[in-house]
């Protein structure tokens, strides 16, 4: 056991003892026992060498917080000091560069614009209400989809659709709904899956350029060049849509729909708010802020209620007899019905808790040295709150390996388990200034796609299929087989499903 009395370097200068942890071996430290499953893996080493450790990966220092007290340290009372990130090799093509968007921007003046720009202007439960008709035709589209599948008693991979429903719904509400036609739409929504996938898939990966920064401008594993191949796709994408949107506006005739895109190009005109510039390379990157952190955590989530939920038909059942007495079978679910549907919020948050879309959140990383629970954390090492871990902790969570939405029912045991990390020991969007910007989003669309999915279709696994619920950990934690499943009309009369 490293750590107590040693004096570090590489990341770890000065006094003070590092938290304990594996030895590792010289000069690669624990990289070869790294494990993919680095939730998991962090998870073993916590119960090993305790609730904060510190882990070498080559040249890099990592330090791992396991428990609510400590998360608490790290994100609320020394938020600020740890509220910088560490971006990794992966990251800086896709964000341009690391100082353009929001998720990879150090907390400063362009981080503090680009978080009002989207948490105000689009992101805030009134900036959502303007653009809910956007939300209703789309989910009324995927409905009518689902429909024709059933008909044809077809099996539907469950997060890949509702991925495409998540994506149509934040691009609209980016750029507005009226992108080519909808055949083009369907194909631009694959390929961004795609894209986005191998996005996450990449900044999941071990990359020998983060653990051996000096070694980075080798690329040895090709991970950047990747990266860049990548990021150029969207950003002819995004750049196209830009061009037309300007060249409506130059031609003149209608004035486009206030959507954000809109309002971004206007700020960009006026150079930003007096105090921070906002240029095009900031609307492009927060663009794929929104594409890339927005999309997948919210269909997986929606994808790992729906195969929790067909495990425990006991648990279906109530979420349906919720459904049928707020909504009944002879209207389709809207968004007015979510707020009363209390018994599938419990489910969502219950999902969350077993299966955080950001099992490790994204890493944190300290501007100077710091101390937690005792210990010294030295400035620019990487800091990961293993937030799946703290939230099947048995010291909190009774029986924390089943899924049982009623403990977040009568105001859970008298705690406030919220999204907004009021509770350190429920923190699935995060705690303190760096929270996620979209809880808003996620918890409208993640709510009513399992609503429209359950109140309008009963599911059933393909004959001779399995049900297994195996995590892969890929920066957004995904289900290891994707959840395929044949919907059964359930609406009282097929006209409901029309679009
Ligand atoms: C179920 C869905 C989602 C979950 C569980 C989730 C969770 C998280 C978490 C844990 C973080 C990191 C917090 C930290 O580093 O301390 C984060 C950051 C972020 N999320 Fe989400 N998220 C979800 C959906 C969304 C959506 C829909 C959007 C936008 C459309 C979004 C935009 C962002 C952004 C921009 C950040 C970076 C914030 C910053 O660095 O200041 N997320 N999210």
Redesign the pocket.
Known sequence: VRGRGSKSNANGNGGGSLPPGPTGLPLVGSLPSLDPQLHVYFARLADRYGPIFSIRLGSKLGVVVTSPSLAREV?REQDLVFSG?DVPDAARSISYGGGQN??WNPVGPT?RLL?RV?VREM?SPAGLDNVHGLRAREFRATLAHLHAQAVAAAPVDVGAQMFLTVMNV?TGTLWGGNVGSDSERAAVGKDFRHLVAEITDMLGAPNVSDFFPALARFDLQGIRRKSDVLKERFNQMFARIIEQRISAERAGGEPPAPDFLEYMLKLEKEGGDGKTSFTMTNVKALLM??VV??TE??SN?VEWAMAELMQKPELMAKVRQELDAVVGRDAVVEESHLPQLHYLHAVLKET?RLH???PL??P?CPSADATVGGYRVPAGCRVFVN?WAIMRDPAVWKDPQEFIPERFLGGGEGRKWDFNGSEMDYL?????R??????A??DR??AYSLAMLLQAFDWELPAGARLELDEKFAIVMKKATPLVAVPTPRLSKPELYSA
């Open positions: 994100l990130r929001i998720v981080w978080r989207c992101l934040i802020d929104m952190g927005g955590t919210t989530t969350l955080p879309a950001l959140m994204v944190h937030v699935p969007f995060g705690s303190g760096r929270i996620c910007a979209g809880i989003m996620a669309m993640t």
